[in-house]
T-cell receptor
Framework: DQQVKQNSPSLSVQEGRISILNCDYT??????FLWYKKYPAEGPTFLIS?????DKNEDGRFTVFLNKSAKHLSLHIVPSQPGDSAVYFCAARRDDKIIFGKGTRLHILP | ETGVTQTPRHLVMGMTNKKSLKCEQHLGHNAMYWYKQSAKKPLELMFV???????ENNSVPSRFSPECPNSSHLFLHLHTLQPEDSALYLCASSQDFGTGGNEQFFGPGTRLTVL
């Protein structure tokens, strides 16, 4: 049973527009959520995180929103740039264990 | 070298071979992790070491044997693997285990193929 779900395997967005990546989770005991970005032939790199006590965290072009009642979080990238093309993993922490989603491949179109 | 390094980057082995994957972190972190990434499946946590002590073993078959001689090095010893063990094996480290956001820094991975 998947506790962290990224239902969109891929997403294409025009350069300069907003990219919105979504993630749903099932366990209300998660206390921290993280987003990782992965390029081919490289390991995932940490992007941004949010504590379960907050509903928004912003870092430059990246903003993560958390809706605890809906058990949903999203990553907004604005404006989208060509270098943002990668696979994005949503992850959630519970009992010192991090559980990852399957990832969403983001394509930034010229 | 900076960050987290893994060797080899690619490995092809037969089911009767014994091989080892190596991970080294140059970040001064205290916790290290092994993950498995199979095609179309989420990253799966295999082992966690905190201050050289194994704190997590996610029901991993005994044909995978981790070793952490110090907080900078982590090995994954492989023997009598099965073709379904073919995957990308990622090593990661974090400052501590379970504190704050537990942001983990990943190595590039070892692409393992078992014939």
């Amino acid at each position: 049973d998947q506790q962290v779900k990224q239902n969109s395997p891929s997403l294409s967005v025009q350069e300069g527009r907003i990219s919105i990546l979504n993630c749903d989770y099932t366990n209300s005991m998660f206390d921290y959520f993280l987003w990782y970005k992965k390029y081919p032939a490289e390991g995932p790199t940490f992007l941004i995180s949010i504590s379960s006590i907050k509903d928004k965290n912003e870092d430059g072009r990246f903003t993560v929103f958390l809706n605890k009642s809906a058990k949903h979080l999203s990553l907004h990238i604005v404006p989208s740039q060509p270098g943002d093309s990668a696979v994005y993993f949503c992850a959630a922490r519970r009992d010192d264990k991090i559980i990852f989603g399957k990832g969403t491949r983001l394509h930034i179109l010229p | 070298e900076t960050g987290v390094t893994q060797t080899p980057r690619h490995l092809v082995m037969g089911m009767t071979n014994k091989k080892s994957l190596k991970c080294e972190q140059h970040l001064g972190h205290n916790a290290m992790y092994w993950y498995k990434q199979s095609a179309k499946k989420p990253l799966e946590l295999m082992f966690v070491y905190n201050f050289k002590e194994q704190t997590e073993n996610n029901s991993v078959p005994s044909r995978f044997s981790p070793e952490c001689p110090n907080s900078s090095h982590l090995f994954l010893h492989l023997h009598t693997l099965q073709p379904e063990d073919s995957a990308l094996y990622l090593c990661a480290s974090s400052q501590d285990f379970g504190t704050g956001g537990n942001e983990q820094f990943f190595g590039p991975g070892t692409r393992l193929t078992v014939l």
